[in-house]
């Protein structure tokens, strides 16, 4: 049974259920939100930031029996996203160094930092490995976090980087190559969800990771219309399409097709990290 604190829909989140840290990667500090105990998931926000979607998703995992580590990225940790940080959050992040959110970028910086944290929740918390879920603008990154060993359970959730290419991936090509043969030689899986019609994750963006990872990429699309038709202002003014599955345009009720992939999210993690769903050890 997964419980989760009820935050009213258009009020921010306190996040005061997460002890939050300063965590420091090559003389690099960033705040981490962690709560739950159990093998390591390293949580990334989506634009426009740590918003109560974000959270609660982190609860859930937090609740499956692991612990959540949710990196503040961007933008105002706990707010209630509105159609205004986009001329704010959205912009600032576009031109910082740590992204690379357009085409011909490669792999953005901030992924060494991220790789960082997952050796340091790995050492913290133990367990075979950790895992990385990323949403929207750090989608990918989940996936480039891979070429740290630890990182063993992927999961890119519509990605999308970069803005100006449908059919690009947001990595290097050293990059890409690594990881195509850390994934075949050591038999990592990728889960991936996506809304049909999606116009900043579209099929062809995962034709291009399974032309990369073939069989290793599970690629799922949900219909446009399974949606959470109120969404916060930002995903309905700015955004404007079916896009965040397990977040903004989920619907929480039973057996509705988000809350089925937010529950093939974890049964995924606890198969890679060795959890149960209710968080017991499998024996």
Not at 85 to 111: D, H, I, K, M, Y
Not at 159 to 180: F, H, K, T, V
Not at 235 to 245: I, L
Request: proline share 7%; charged share 20%; net charge negative.
């Amino acid at each position: 049974m997964i419980s989760v604190m009820t935050t009213m829909r258009g009020q921010s989140d306190p996040l005061d259920d997460f002890s939050r840290r300063a965590v420091g990667v090559d003389d690099v500090s960033k705040t981490v939100y962690v709560a739950g105990s159990g093998p390591a998931v390293i949580l990334m926000p989506e634009m426009p930031g740590i918003s109560p979607d974000v959270a609660r998703l982190a609860r859930w995992v937090r609740d499956a029996g692991f612990s959540v580590y949710m990196p503040s990225l961007f933008g105002v940790d706990g707010a209630y996203p509105l159609a205004e940080a986009a001329q704010t959050v959205v912009r600032r992040a576009c031109v910082s160094a740590e992204f690379r959110a357009f085409a011909g970028g490669g792999t953005s910086p901030v992924v060494s930092w991220l790789r960082g944290l997952a050796r340091i929740a790995h050492a913290e918390r133990g367990g075979p490995g950790v895992g990385a879920v990323g949403l929207c603008f750090t989608g990918n990154f989940a996936l480039t976090m891979a070429l740290e060993p630890a990182v063993i359970a992927p999961v890119v959730n519509h990605p999308s980087l970069p803005l100006d290419d449908a059919g690009g991936l947001e990595i290097g090509d050293e990059d890409a190559a690594a990881l195509a043969e850390r994934i075949g030689r050591d038999g990592l899986k990728v889960l991936a969800y996506r809304f049909e019609n999606d116009k900043w994750c579209t099929g062809q963006r995962f034709a291009a990771y399974r032309a990369l990872l073939g069989d290793a990429f599970d690629g799922r699309v949900l219909a446009a219309d399974a949606a959470n038709t109120n969404p916060p202002p930002f995903f309905r003014d700015v955004v404007g399409c079916a896009h965040s599955a397990v977040t903004a345009h989920l619907v929480d009720q039973d057996g509705h097709p988000t809350v089925q992939a937010r529950d093939e999210i974890l049964a995924f993690l606890a198969d890679r990290l060795g959890r149960t769903p209710a968080g017991r050890s499998f024996p």
